[in-house]
């Protein structure tokens, strides 16, 4: 999202302190929203953090993908809804590295391609994590000083 912005303005620091201003804000809204489910928490927590960084390179989704076996059980998202949610995200992947690669590796003058498609990719973030979000049941970790999910095994 901030690529074009670092490109214009590459030696302006108030480009890099206003990067930081959303990350904080969401930090403090899913701290708090979230809290009880520490799993669900923390990945979505590493998603906004991926999501909203200031530089985004397509190794950094792995931090958050390989969180996913452990929020989806408690998903209401249908398969379908997940298949469409995975299609439409690494066909925005695919063409932000497509004009990536036009600038990079071809040294065409794409920026505004990138920058463009690069918006568009992290609308589409955006969208499946709103998603995601909605559809979670959020499960407490921890229940009278016990770890809940142990403690209704017990049961």
Request: proline share 3%; aromatic share 16%.
């Amino acid at each position: 999202m901030y690529f074009y912005l670092l490109y214009l303005f590459p030696d302006a620091s108030w480009v890099g302190l206003i990067t930081f201003v959303p990350q904080l804000a969401l930090l403090a809204v899913f701290t708090r929203r979230f809290h009880a489910d520490i799993v669900f928490c923390v990945s979505m927590l590493t998603v906004m953090f991926v999501v909203f960084n200031k530089v985004s390179t397509v190794q950094y989704f792995v931090w958050y993908m390989c969180l996913l076996p452990a929020i989806l059980p408690q998903s209401r998202l249908s398969r379908g809804a997940l298949a469409a949610m995975f299609g439409t995200w690494f066909a925005s992947m695919g063409a932000w590295l497509g004009a990536a690669g036009l600038l990079e590796l071809r040294g065409h003058d794409a920026f505004a391609t990138v920058w463009a498609a690069g918006l568009a990719f992290f609308a589409v973030n955006i969208v499946c994590m709103v998603r995601v979000i909605g559809a979670h049941e959020l499960a407490p970790t921890f229940e009278g000083g016990a770890l809940a999910k142990i403690r209704n095994l017990e049961e």
